[in-house]
């Protein structure tokens, strides 16, 4: 786990992005337990942040982020949908990076997968109608051959 909050110089040049410059101002100081608020009330908008953070950043506050997935399956007073939609997106944000920027899974990816794996086999938990074709297991196989392919494992 990455203990340390990233700092502003960690943030590169984040004015010059209107995404990352959305990102700074809403994760920018926070650490684990006030970002736990803030997955609650907004994951959505946490979700997008995630997405356009610099590497070092996103490390601290991708971690973050699933460990908080992890957190929602028994966190109590949390909507059956908000738990679906934070395993999804944490999902979702995985298969994003191994597309588009691997480079910034490779410090993290097998604490990643461990999460992954571990909501993928508890799918049900999170509310994710494997019905309607979301499953999980089928989609850490094609992360697995998606890192291996970018050797980040």
């Given at each position: 786990m990455i203990d340390k909050i990233p700092t502003e110089s960690d943030w590169e040049n984040y004015q010059?992005?209107?995404d990352c410059l959305?990102?700074?101002n809403l994760?920018?100081?926070k650490d684990t337990n006030s970002l736990?608020?803030?997955f609650v009330e907004s994951v959505g908008r946490?979700?997008?942040?995630?997405h356009f953070m610099p590497t070092k950043v996103f490390h601290y506050y991708g971690l973050a982020f699933a460990n908080y997935v992890k957190l929602a399956?028994?966190?109590r007073g949390l909507q059956n949908e908000d738990r679906a939609k934070?395993?999804?997106?944490?999902?979702?944000l995985v298969e994003n990076k191994l597309h588009i920027a691997p480079a910034d899974l490779v410090a993290i990816y097998p604490e990643l997968i461990k999460t992954l794996n571990y909501v993928a086999q508890h799918q049900a938990n999170y509310f994710v109608d494997h019905h309607k074709g979301v499953d999980f297991k089928s989609r850490l196989v094609i992360f697995n051959a998606l890192a291996k392919e970018s050797h980040i494992i």
């Open positions: 010059e992005d209107i959305e990102a700074y994760f920018e100081g736990t608020s803030l946490c979700i997008d942040g995630l399956e028994t966190l934070a395993a999804e997106g944490l999902f979702s």
